[in-house]
């Protein structure tokens, strides 16, 4: 288990000093405000970030490693990248979802190129993203558009990376 305090957190917290700073500058009422409005965002996200990270741990003991490896692992190759690529793009959720379900996939077993093609992939076609969002507001033609040209990049860096990384 990694420390809450490593460098991400304590850089979050230095830039929310600074912006507290600035906003003092700006009205000595606004640190409390965004203060007040930051707990409160917290109380939304709390609940539905315990029953994520409780998810992501039942998918860990209820998936076998033995399949994750098989299937995501590091003698995967190209099929590894694909299924990856695919479980990423249906996916559903936010990162809360999303990055301990990904914790859970590196604790059974699946290689970095995997997790990198899943994590991509999710991020450019969470289809319930394109579906709720992108096609209502932009069209599908605007979607098709984006998403073709796009299709090979979550293979490709996860491809990138088992190169480097030479696994």
């Known amino acids: ?39 409160a965002m917290l109380a939304f996200v709390i609940p539905r970030m315990v029953v994520a990270i409780i998810l992501a741990g039942l998918m860990q003991v209820l998936v076998p490693q033995d399949f994750v490896s098989r299937h995501f692992g590091q003698g995967g190759g190209v099929r590894a990248l694909l299924l990856a690529t695919l479980a990423g793009m249906v996916t559903p959720g936010g990162p809360m979802v999303t990055v301990p379900f990904m914790v859970a ?7 970095l190129s995997s997790l990198v093609a899943y994590m991509t992939a999710w991020s450019l076609f969470g289809l319930q993203r394109i579906i709720a969002w992108e096609a209502p507001l932009m069209g599908w033609r605007f979607v098709v558009a984006r998403v073709v040209p796009s299709l090979a990049f979550p293979v490709i860096a996860g491809w990138l ?7």
């Open 105 to 111: 996939l590196a604790n059974s077993g699946a290689a």
């Open 161 to 167: 990376v088992s190169v480097f990384n030479h696994e």
């Open 1 to 39: 288990m990694r420390s809450p305090l490593d460098t991400s957190t304590l850089l979050l917290a230095a830039v929310a000093v600074v912006l507290a700073i600035i906003a003092y500058l700006k009205d000595p009422g606004l640190p409390m405000l965004g203060a007040k409005n930051g707990v």
